[in-house]
């Protein structure tokens, strides 16, 4: 479970996060949702330590990363998982080498059972026969999966996605979401997902944090999301015919 | 306020060196990345430094006969004064101001892409000293390698003033090998080479400092790439004057 309390973060003058508590539990699909500029990243590095925070705290099951040495922080980092928005593979490194590099940095495992947990891996993101591969002979849905196989080699207990299926096609972009909630739940990850496609918001929001100019604006499920008059969720959300004919739908039931 | 960039530089490429020469989290992974930076930044780099030799060696030897014309003066000198200038000036400096171009450009544009593209984000979040794992290696790769280019470019340049000076009948062989061979000091090889690893070491850390803290897109890091060329270059003559007074001062 990730705990944030009060989190704040300034660049110079500007205040981007100004004081962010949410819970993340595991096992379930916990979105972060908000409009361009409300600090989904911002907040979304601060969790991961990318960004140092200015108050407040993160804890990661009761462990709070700032009172931690950096050799238990290290440890602590080879806990979590991540998935980038544009796959952050390594251009020089096959799939095979991408998905293995965790596991060649912080195990001790013989070669044979790293290709097996490679295998294993891309087996669980339903990719086969790529291993030998190099990430810009792949589409744009297979590096996500890759990077997910990659996420998830080190048996990570947390799990985080910057805009996990941007710039995917509408059916690509659901198989993600299904793969990274399933995987979350099959492991019993705590997954942090940072998004603005609706889609995943109805596919898979277990768990829902509405940004707005650095502050939680709302929290709820994704079928809390048809029945709450919260003016900041209603117009983030409802903003298309269909989404509305959708929630009107779900009222009327 | 151009002192206040410098000394901001400065003190951020000195933190930047203190991440990378920290213990690696695991010494195989980078033995592996440091064979792989011997192949890119030295194997890759021997056909530009040889050709450049071969031919530069020919040109001064050519300029240095038509330069000393006096019949007083004996043929083997023009051999004296290629040697002195091959390996005390052109193979480490000038050769290490080609690698600065060659090397840093590349080390600075493959560190800058890896930062847009949040490669090294991922190295980080991995628990990785992303700084120690990708530049480490480079730097050591290069301070190891580059003295073996210097040397082979100091033969080649020897030989293509040979080669030069016997096509052109301004010096005959036996004058050329006995003017190499004529008052040589084994002590410029030892400054020579002592120059080409502070100049190895200028150029990987430089370009990787400029690579590295990349902030933006496609144009920043092509403005990383060449702020690398040309900041080695002028550390490299810098540190040229300041070695030169210090080792034959």
């Given at each position: 479970m990730i705990e944030v309390r009060e989190l704040r973060k300034s660049f110079g003058a500007q205040e981007v996060l100004k004081g962010i508590s949410a819970n993340f539990e595991p096992g379930k699909a916990n979105l972060i949702i908000g409009q361009s500029g409300s600090g989904k990243t911002v907040f979304l590095k601060s969790l991961l330590g990318l960004y140092p925070i200015d108050s407040g705290?993160?804890?990661?099951?009761?462990?709070?990363?700032?009172?931690?040495?950096?050799?238990?922080?290290?440890?602590?980092?080879?806990?979590?998982?991540?998935?980038?928005?544009?796959?952050?593979?390594?251009?020089?490194?096959?799939?095979?080498e991408n998905v293995m590099f965790p596991?060649?940095?912080?195990?001790?495992?013989?070669?044979?059972?790293?290709?097996?947990?490679?295998?294993?891996?891309?087996?669980?993101?339903?990719?086969?026969g790529v291993n030998a591969k190099f990430p810009a002979e792949l589409s744009g849905g297979m590096k996500k999966r890759?990077?997910?196989a990659r996420a998830i080699a080190l048996n990570p207990r947390y799990l985080?996605?910057?805009?996990?299926?941007?710039?995917?096609?509408?059916?690509?972009?659901?198989?993600?979401?299904?793969?990274?909630?399933?995987?979350?739940?099959e492991f019993n990850i705590t997954t942090v997902i940072n998004t603005h496609d609706m889609n995943s918001v109805m596919?898979?929001?277990?768990?829902?944090?509405?940004?707005?100019?650095?502050l939680k604006a709302w929290e709820g499920s994704r079928h809390d999301?048809?029945?709450?008059?919260?003016?900041?969720?209603?117009?983030?959300?409802?903003?298309?015919?269909?989404?509305?004919?959708?929630?009107?739908a779900n009222r009327a039931e | 306020?151009?002192?206040?960039?410098?000394?901001?530089?400065?003190?951020?490429?000195?933190?930047?060196?203190?991440?990378?020469?920290?213990?690696?989290?695991?010494?195989?992974?980078?033995?592996?990345?440091?064979?792989?930076?011997?192949?890119?930044?030295?194997?890759?780099?021997?056909?530009?430094?040889?050709?450049?030799?071969?031919?530069?060696?020919?040109?001064?030897?050519?300029?240095?006969?038509?330069?000393?014309?006096?019949?007083?003066?004996?043929?083997?000198?023009?051999?004296?004064?290629?040697?002195e200038s091959i390996i005390l000036e052109f193979s480490p400096t000038m050769v290490s101001l080609i690698l600065a171009g060659k090397v840093g450009s590349n080390i600075a544009s493959t560190l800058g892409t890896m930062r847009v593209s949040e490669q090294i984000d991922a190295l980080e979040v991995m628990g990785v000293n992303s700084a120690s794992y990708l530049?480490?290696?480079?730097?050591?790769?290069?301070?190891?390698?580059?003295?073996?280019?210097?040397?082979?470019?100091?033969?080649?340049?020897?030989?293509?003033?040979?080669?030069?000076?016997?096509?052109?009948?301004?010096?005959?062989?036996?004058?050329?090998?006995?003017?190499?061979?004529?008052?040589?000091?084994?002590?410029?090889?030892?400054?020579?080479?002592?120059?080409?690893?502070?100049?190895?070491?200028?150029?990987?850390?430089?370009a990787s400092y400029a690579g590295y803290t990349v902030q933006g897109g496609a144009v920043e890091v092509g403005v990383a790439s060449t702020r690398a060329v040309v900041s080695a270059s002028v550390a490299i003559i810098v540190a040229n004057y300041l070695l030169t007074q210090l080792l034959l001062g």
């Amino acid at each position: 479970m990730i705990e944030v309390r009060e989190l704040r973060k300034s660049f110079g003058a500007q205040e981007v996060l100004k004081g962010i508590s949410a819970n993340f539990e595991p096992g379930k699909a916990n979105l972060i949702i908000g409009q361009s500029g409300s600090g989904k990243t911002v907040f979304l590095k601060s969790l991961l330590g990318l960004y140092p925070i200015d108050s407040g705290s993160i804890l990661f099951d009761e462990r709070d990363l700032d009172a931690l040495d950096r050799k238990e922080r290290q440890s602590v980092r080879q806990e979590m998982g991540m998935v980038f928005q544009y796959s952050a593979l390594f251009d020089s490194l096959t799939v095979e080498e991408n998905v293995m590099f965790p596991l060649n940095m912080f195990t001790e495992q013989t070669l044979g059972e790293k290709k097996d947990r490679v295998d294993f891996c891309l087996k669980r993101v339903n990719l086969e026969g790529v291993n030998a591969k190099f990430p810009a002979e792949l589409s744009g849905g297979m590096k996500k999966r890759v990077a997910i196989a990659r996420a998830i080699a080190l048996n990570p207990r947390y799990l985080f996605c910057d805009e996990p299926n941007s710039g995917l096609d509408p059916r690509t972009a659901v198989v993600i979401d299904n793969l990274i909630k399933e995987i979350a739940e099959e492991f019993n990850i705590t997954t942090v997902i940072n998004t603005h496609d609706m889609n995943s918001v109805m596919e898979i929001g277990d768990h829902i944090v509405l940004l707005k100019d650095g502050l939680k604006a709302w929290e709820g499920s994704r079928h809390d999301i048809f029945h709450t008059e919260q003016p900041d969720i209603v117009d983030f959300v409802f903003t298309s015919e269909l989404f509305k004919t959708i929630r009107k739908a779900n009222r009327a039931e | 306020m151009l002192l206040n960039t410098v000394f901001k530089t400065t003190g951020a490429y000195v933190l930047l060196m203190l991440r990378v020469f920290r213990r690696p989290e695991k010494l195989k992974v980078y033995t592996k990345a440091l064979m792989r930076e011997i192949d890119l930044l030295g194997l890759d780099s021997v056909a530009i430094v040889s050709i450049i030799s071969i031919f530069v060696g020919a040109v001064v030897t050519i300029q240095t006969a038509l330069n000393l014309e006096d019949p007083l003066i004996p043929d083997y000198y023009i051999a004296i004064a290629t040697r002195e200038s091959i390996i005390l000036e052109f193979s480490p400096t000038m050769v290490s101001l080609i690698l600065a171009g060659k090397v840093g450009s590349n080390i600075a544009s493959t560190l800058g892409t890896m930062r847009v593209s949040e490669q090294i984000d991922a190295l980080e979040v991995m628990g990785v000293n992303s700084a120690s794992y990708l530049i480490m290696p480079k730097i050591v790769a290069s301070m190891l390698y580059n003295p073996f280019l210097i040397v082979i470019s100091m033969f080649l340049g020897i030989l293509g003033g040979y080669i030069a000076g016997n096509l052109t009948g301004m010096v005959a062989p036996v004058d050329y090998v006995l003017g190499i061979q004529l008052g040589f000091k084994s002590y410029y090889i030892a400054y020579s080479l002592t120059k080409t690893v502070v100049f190895a070491f200028l150029i990987t850390s430089i370009a990787s400092y400029a690579g590295y803290t990349v902030q933006g897109g496609a144009v920043e890091v092509g403005v990383a790439s060449t702020r690398a060329v040309v900041s080695a270059s002028v550390a490299i003559i810098v540190a040229n004057y300041l070695l030169t007074q210090l080792l034959l001062g």
